[in-house]
């Protein structure tokens, strides 16, 4: 069974081999083989989902990459990850608006405190919620500091 997400980006990677995008294709084969050593490491064919959180830990990766390299000063260097970065995205589920995402931590803080789980048990059960509920579609570490904001 193909997947659809797998299919769009082999279908990218044609579309940047013709256009000789270099760049843009370098990200893709980089998407590619890391979607090939999950498919390997586990023995299976991987799904959308599976797809979309490797892509998300690509998208984390080159976020702490800028932030390094733009510590040390390497401007030229981050905006090449923030380049990757934009083609990553092109991949995930469309962001979700900050409303919604204070809609989601509203509705799994009240799940969560309706089983009577308080204190630091209760950032585990939200973000387990939150991870499933805004997958690809949000920063989970924004998304965190936001939850751990609202509990204390």
Same mark, same amino acid.
């Given at each position: 069974?193909?997947?659809?997400l797998?299919t769009?980006?082999?279908?990218a ?6 256009a ?13 083989? &890391? =979607?090939?050593? %999950?498919? $390997?490491?586990d @023995?299976? /064919?991987?799904?959308? #989902?599976?797809?979309? &959180? =490797?892509?998300e %830990?690509? $998208?984390?990766? @080159?976020? /702490?990459?800028?932030? #390094?390299?733009?510590? &040390? ?10 380049a ?18 204070d809609a ?5 803080l ?11 048990a ?18 989970m570490?924004a998304?965190?500091?936001?939850v ?5």
């Open positions: 069974m193909g997947s659809t797998k769009r980006l082999s279908d990677v044609k579309d940047a081999m013709r000789r995008d270099s760049a843009r294709l370098g990200t893709l084969r980089l998407i590619q083989a &890391a =979607i090939k050593q %999950k498919e $390997v490491d @023995r299976q /064919e991987l799904s959308d #989902a599976d797809i979309t &959180a =490797i892509l %830990k690509q $998208v984390k990766q @080159r976020r /702490e990459s800028i932030a #390094a390299y733009e510590q &040390a000063g390497r401007t030229e260097t981050a905006e090449q990850e923030k990757e970065i934009a083609v990553l995205q092109e991949f995930l589920p469309k962001a979700a608006e900050p409303a919604e995402v989601a931590i509203t509705a799994a009240e799940e969560v405190h309706a089983q009577g789980v308080t204190g630091p209760a950032m585990g059960k939200v973000m387990g919620l939150l991870k499933t509920r805004l997958a690809g579609r949000a920063d570490a998304v965190s500091a936001q751990k904001a609202r509990l204390l």
